[in-house]
Structures are given as structure tokens and as C-alpha cells.
């Protein structure tokens, strides 16, 4: 079951041929005697499908030298094939293309760092999310200002309460702040805003803080819980940023 030849496993590509065979849980080592690959079948083949999978089997492995050494794990993304946990890092800088400030920012709990990955990968159950798996909503508008179709776009940038919000955040941090028409314009104009490293932290910290209090507005209106009203979103912004800077930056 192992991605040991070709990059694939061979039940993968050679399904006929393993559903024939008489061990289906052995190791590598278990068929591989004098460079030779020993398989046990129910039956033999029958030709068609069968004999041309055969076929190509036999020419794969005919390519393959295998060593008489004990199997084991290997860890490919590092050169040495050692596991440091720093590769995990390496592995996912590959596949998130934004500014690596932003997800491995120390001073934001988890849990809103969390909410943010989710949002950087389109997975917060925004109505237009729900939609698109055919979960069903008494309405799919966005419940603040009844406009459109609500979308993660929508929320954060461009219902009337975030522009609002995103204008007052403007005034308090005394830059002005471009209207970003989705998230990959936030993240481009974060990776460059500030050479400073500690002011772009905070300026990472204020804009999170922002997407997280617009996103706890929002869920206070679609669940009606009456704990989190829109006069409380700017509030929650100013007191997120600090406690979060002042509290954990000097820890980390
Ligand atoms: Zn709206």
C-alpha cells in the first residue's frame, strides 16, 4: 500500500492484478526474492485487461532494484530524509501562497488564527459556502444589509458595516488603508505595508482582530444570540489588538 515505485500505489494501477492476489496486506519484502517479484494468485490470469496489466507490472518492476536492507520511513522533504518538525513549516509555506507573518503570527490565539486559516482557504460556512454544498438556508443574503448573496468577500470587504469598520480602523491607525476587494488584496498589501517588522505586526494583529469581530457580528445576526452587536465591533477590535500585542509579544 506504500508509494514505494512510480510515485502511485501499485493497487492503484494495477487493480485486476491485485485483486487476484492472495496477500493483499504483505510488505514489499514479503514479494521481492532474488530481485525477483513472487506473487501468489487466486488464479491465473485470463488475458484481456488482466495480461495487459500483468504485463506492465512485470516491465515497472523489471526498472526496480531493490536493497536487502530493512524497510523504513522516510521524510522527503528534507534532503537527509531526517523529520524535523521545522519541515512541517517548510511543507506548508510551499502550499499557502501568502505572507508567512500572517499564519505563523505567535502574538494571535490559535483560535482566531484558526478562524483566519479557514477564511484564507474559503472555508467559513458563509451562506454562498453552504450554498455550494447544497445545505439548506431560509435565505442565502446576507442577513446585515439584505443586498446580495453573502460571500466571504461580502462580509469582510463589502457590506456596508465592514467598509464602515474598515474606515474607522483607517482613522485609528492613521494610515491610509486602500479598499481591498478580497482577502488576496488584504494579504499582498500586508506583506509589503510596513518595512518595520514590529509595526507590521501590529498591522497584521489590527486587521485580523478586524476580520474576526466583523465575523463574530456576523454570527450574532445569523444566530440571533444577542451577545455581540455591531456598536461592540469596533471596541472589540481596539481591545483585541492590545491585549494581544501587550500581552504575548514580549513572550514570544
Ligand atoms: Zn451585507
New binding site residues.
Partial sequence: MDRWCQGSILRDLFTYIFYLDENKQCLVIDKWHNNEWNCNRRRPVRGGIEVEQLDALNSLLAQVSCSNLDEKWCWTITSDQFFPASSIRVLLDRSMDVCRNTYWNKVIPSKVLNFFLRLLLNRLPDKKNLQDRNISCSSYT?L?????L?DAN??FF????ATHVWSCITMWVCISLPRWKDLLDLMNWLASASPNPKKSLVLHCVCIATLWSIWRFRNDIVFQTGLFKKSYILDNIFVSSFDWFYARYFFV
Fill in positions: 446576507c446585515d444589509c439584505g443586498f446580495t453573502e461580502h462580509v463589502h457590506c456596508p458595516t
